[in-house]
């Protein structure tokens, strides 16, 4: 693990007092987070925080109302879509489904990317193909459907896609969502291995405290638009703030609210009794 | 009162949205159109699903409104003793107006709707989002494909159709009720005008074409990313398909055939 990935190394994400909205609706006020080459980096919070928000922005799919959002040293904020889909050569994203095109196998999936981006002979995008498949264990599944594939194939598959063209950095949008502990197992091994192998950094926004906390470098935790703790996973478990306490060890009350906003109830007891 | 006008007021202005979005939709489907000529497998792949697949409601469909035509044509033919004229009313009814009109309604049907689900699903389930990560825009590579697929198929379809119908026509005609064979296809082949009748039906199945596959891949591309969603833009694809249809035809009608 890179838990102390030199904080001098020019960072390859880096938010600045970053904000974001929904027409009206105030999702991030105020973001800021660094990510180094060599780091899988964790976003944690609860449902509705803003964290899918905060990975589309990294990955340039919104625009930040304020503040600066920079990927390999580019702002993406004023980045022409033509620079946008250059820089996103270079990114590899993991959706929370696998994202796999429908009407194509296994193989012509992970050759996607190659056979938009370059302009390799057929022969070489086939070895290059099937490594990809080989390194997450799918080599033989080359030629299914997605259709014939469990959950934990299909993201697997979908990620020899996402890494396909060697990316610098790897989003990964709820890897573990869904899957059972083995499958969930194997999703964390490879993103480890992976990232590890391409020197790339990547970004994973998940609620699977304990799956992620073993295999991150580094965690934010997102809450109410901002970054409310930050550390990696040791510091995490220590913390003594009561929002990541009650998120680490599931509690069902703490600064989320069991109950709904509500008045009272003894209100409405003198009510009835009235 | 006001409520109605209100709901008036509204729905215009919705309309106005909506001819905005697509037509800014439909000049970016123009602008990215390179690859779907650049990669032809692409396109020719849409044309075979588009097109191919749309082939035997169309023969059927043209053949039985062909037959339909052949009978109540004679039976009003012969009340004015010109029943050897069977062939020319065939030939124009088909080749101005239910060729093109009846084709494409079928094509919106049959064609327009799979396109909105391909695409509305391709949404819902991220893989248009996840091209767009790729670096691939998806309106070059999964609508542009789809909509010059549509445009290429729907005069080739109309064609077929005004065929089948002929032939409908002479089965009826001339094999089941004795019209003469030789006057059905000579008064055919005198009245029949190739730039006036022929040109103006293609003209009219191109123009369909467009609106339809248009419609269809905005709606697609469009729609909420829900099961709901899909479902209501193929509703709104197969309902505004045929509108679209009916008054481009009125229009392209009024300007083609004024009897001058």
Known sequence: MNSSVSSSSAALVRLEQVRFAYGEREVLRGIDLEIHRGQVVAIMGGSGSGKTTLLRLIGGQLRARSGRVEVAGQDLGGLPHSALYALRRRMGMLFQFGALFTDSNVFDNVAFPLREHTDLPETLIRDLVLMKLQAVGLRGAAALMPAELSGGMARRVALARAVALDPMLVLYDEPFAGLDPISLGIIGQLIRRLNDALGAASVMVTHDVHASLELVDYVYFVSAGGIVARGTPDEIRASTDPYVHQFVYAEADGPVPFHYPAAPIASLLDKVSA | ?260
């Open chain 2, 1 to 260: 009162m006001t409520a109605v006008l209100r709901r008036i007021g509204a729905l215009t202005v919705d309309g106005i949205w909506w001819l905005g979005f697509i037509s800014r939709f439909f000049a970016m489907v123009l602008i990215h159109s390179g690859q779907s000529f650049r990669r032809l497998p692409l396109t020719i792949r849409e044309i075979y699903f588009s097109g191919v697949l749309s082939l035997l409601i169309i023969v059927v469909s043209g053949l039985f409104v062909g037959l339909v035509l052949g009978l109540q044509g004679y039976d009003i033919l012969q009340r004015f003793g010109s029943s050897d004229a069977l062939g020319i009313m065939v030939a124009l009814s088909l080749l101005r107006e239910l060729g093109p009109v009846v084709a494409a309604l079928l094509f919106a049907s049959r064609a327009g709707s799979a396109v909105t689900a391909e695409i509305g699903l391709m949404k819902a389930t991220e893989q248009l989002q996840a091209m767009d990560m790729m670096a691939v825009n998806p309106i070059a590579r999964v609508v542009a494909p789809r909509f010059w697929g549509g445009v290429i198929s729907m005069p080739l379809l109309a064609a077929m159709f005004s065929a089948m119908g002929i032939f409908g026509g002479w089965l009826i005609g001339v094999v089941a009720i004795g019209v003469d064979n030789g006057a059905f296809w000579s008064q055919m082949q005198a009245a029949v005008d190739f730039r006036y009748d022929v040109v103006n039906g293609v003209i009219k199945s191109f123009v369909f074409g467009v609106a339809v596959s248009l419609i269809a891949v905005f709606e697609g591309f469009d729609c909420q990313p829900t099961a709901e969603g899909v479902s209501r833009a193929i509703t709104r694809t197969v309902v505004g398909s045929a509108l679209a249809i009916l008054a481009l035809d009125f229009v392209l009608t009024s300007f083609m055939f004024r009897g001058l």
